[in-house]
């Protein structure tokens, strides 16, 4: 199906444990982008690729690492799981056009990770 | 990019306008205004932008004051299926990615 999909919808996992998290679009955006959204906040950027093999930090990279070696995906992985990372994780992918402002934002639906 | 002050919630009827004010008092001659919503734990869905002229779509209108300090999105007719969470976002066109910064943005509940 077109569009920005990202799995899996739901997890849990523990401390220490490494855990992946994917996210897919069939856009051929540039752009892709991971948040981070905690309990009654607004969404904080992880990490972002302006295309393949090309990343770089948000505002939260810490305990974090990404990848990007094809342009429809774009896998965020917790190396080390903490408490901490207990959130709701939303990719997102955009295509700006050169001299533009229409650089909209599409997001996937989410993946709600628990850590205990 | 410049930051933005938004209320945290408010209220509307069900068919009447709902107004979202937003300050950027900060912001920069190459920014922009942008709208989002969030609804119930959705992942945030783009409104409208603009630059300087109001704008309007098939969603909702976007007022920016003549001094860009303040913007105020309007949905003419609200609905209940409007009852989310606005974020009203400035940046510029090139900043470093189009990284988007969200604050907590405006709860809105649409009462019937």
């Known amino acids: 199906d077109a569009g920005i999909t990202q799995s899996p919808r739901y997890k849990i996992t523990e401390t220490g444990r490494q855990v992946t998290l994917m996210c897919h679009q069939t856009w051929s955006h540039s752009y892709m982008f991971w948040y981070r959204q905690d309990l009654g906040h607004g969404l904080r950027l992880i990490y972002y690729?302006?295309?393949?093999?090309?990343?770089d930090k948000g505002e939260v990279p810490d305990g974090y690492v990404v990848s990007r070696s094809k342009t429809e995906n774009f896998p965020l992985t917790l190396e080390s799981a903490t408490r901490s990372q207990t959130s709701v994780y939303f990719c997102?992918?955009?295509?700006?056009?050169?001299?533009?402002?229409?650089?909209?934002?599409?997001f996937g639906p989410g993946t709600r990770l628990t850590v205990l | 990019d410049a930051k933005t002050t938004q209320p945290p919630s408010m209220d509307c009827a069900e068919g009447r306008a709902a107004n979202l004010p937003c300050n950027h008092s900060t912001i920069s001659g190459n920014e922009y205004v942008y709208w989002y919503r969030q609804i119930h734990s959705q992942g945030p869905q783009y409104i409208i932008h603009?630059?300087?002229n109001n704008e309007t779509n098939e969603m909702a209108s976007l007022i920016i004051t003549e001094d860009r300090k303040s913007s105020t999105l309007i949905l003419p007719h609200a609905t209940l299926r409007d009852t989310a969470v606005y974020y009203c976002?400035?940046?510029?066109?090139?900043?470093?990615?189009?990284?988007?910064?969200f604050g907590a943005g405006t709860r809105l509940f649409v009462k019937a």
């Open positions: 997102a992918s955009s295509d700006p056009l050169a001299g533009s402002s229409y650089n909209e934002q599409f």
């Open positions: 976002i400035v940046r510029a066109l090139n900043t470093g990615g189009f990284k988007t910064i």
């Open positions: 690729s302006a295309a393949a093999d090309i990343t």
């Open positions: 603009g630059l300087k």
